[in-house]
């Protein structure tokens, strides 16, 4: 969800982990991640950062990754992925938000829609996650959402014929990007573990950017029409 749409901090997270790469870098242009410490947890109450805290105090936790991390592996941005991801703060919100209206239409267009088996979106009325979503997402829901078909062909035939929805595994990238969960980033897992997660073989996942909707209602129903 990123800072942006979820406060950590107010919901009681102590440590924040992201990946910069979706939605903060902006146009998919750079690899990166965040570690924040929102300063909650007390580390003198922790065997491992007890010393640090008596020396950094809130900062035990952040200092140690400056020092193991940073520093002993060198795990870090490089200066031109650091500086291409702060041009992408800068429109963050934006994006954001024309992303979440994006998803709102074409989520609502697809659960009307005679071959779609069922639609998976926060922001519909419903939902299951709804409340939860509105309670800690600021009335927004955020750019990722899934739909069923009735096959596990009809998905691929449906990916096949899309022109402006690119097959890719990222998070607002400012494209549209679809892809099938069940036969790729979860294939490793068995069916049993795949049915727990509830990742189903006829599920497609759409991580919805920032094009004009009317041009990917029009690719979506180009490609429904022929199933």
Sequence with gaps: MTPYLFNSKA??????????????????????????????FDWKQSEKFAEKAGKFGPMAFIGSL???IY?????????H???MQSLGLETMALRIDKSCQNSM????YLQK????????????????????????FNGKFGGLLTFDLHSMEQCYTLMDQLEIIRRATNIN?????????????????SAAEKEDM?????MIRLAVGIEDVDDLLNDLEKGLELL
């Design 66 to 68: 400056r020092q193991e």
């Design 81 to 83: 992925n650091a500086y």
């Design 71 to 79: 520093r002993d592996v060198g795990a870090c941005l490089a200066p």
């Design 105 to 108: 239409q074409i989520a609502k």
């Design 173 to 189: 990238d400012n494209k549209t990007l679809v892809i099938h969960p069940f036969a790729t980033i979860f294939s490793e897992y």
């Design 11 to 40: 919901a009681g997270v102590d440590i924040e982990v992201l990946s910069s790469t979706k939605y903060i870098s902006g146009g998919g242009t750079t690899v990166g991640g965040l570690i924040i410490d929102n300063g909650i």
């Design 198 to 202: 509830g990742i189903r073989p006829t």
């Design 113 to 136: 829609h005679p071959k779609v088996k069922s639609v998976h979106y926060p922001g519909l009325a419903g939902a299951a996650s709804s409340p939860v979503a509105k309670m800690q």
